[in-house]
């Protein structure tokens, strides 16, 4: 089900304050283990994702669909959680462009390529 821009903007703006609040709340136990680190690598991507998704959106609003977003937020976590969230986040950034792109494709007429022979014409 798709929702407007600005829905989106709220839904995905939401999401990520209260992902990083309870990652912040819980950043004691991420660290306690090897798995849970990976875990706050995992929410990492996904706030990553969510903030990327609002910001775009934001943009989008203020400044119109031909708008880009031009940021790359960096990870200031435990360093292998870090790692794993830029794994997860380089494919996810794969998938969804991938999706966009096939959502969001603008069709173009086909290019008539002409062979670099010319006919003789015979008078």
Known sequence: MAVTTG??????AFSS?????????????????QLHTLLGGYLGSLLFILFLTALG???TCLFGK????????EAT?????GTSCLLISLCALYY???????IHVTHTAPVVVQSGKKKKHVS
């Not at 304050?17 to 283990?33: A, D, E």
């Open 7 to 12: 829905t989106s903007l709220l839904l995905s």
């Open 17 to 33: 304050v209260l992902i990083f609040s309870g990652m912040q709340m819980f950043k004691p136990w991420f660290s306690s283990s």
């Open 57 to 59: 959106n934001l943009e």
């Open 66 to 73: 031909s708008f880009q977003v031009k940021l790359f937020p």
């Open 77 to 81: 976590i435990h360093r292998v959680c």
């Open 96 to 102: 969804m462009n991938r999706y966009s792109q096939k």
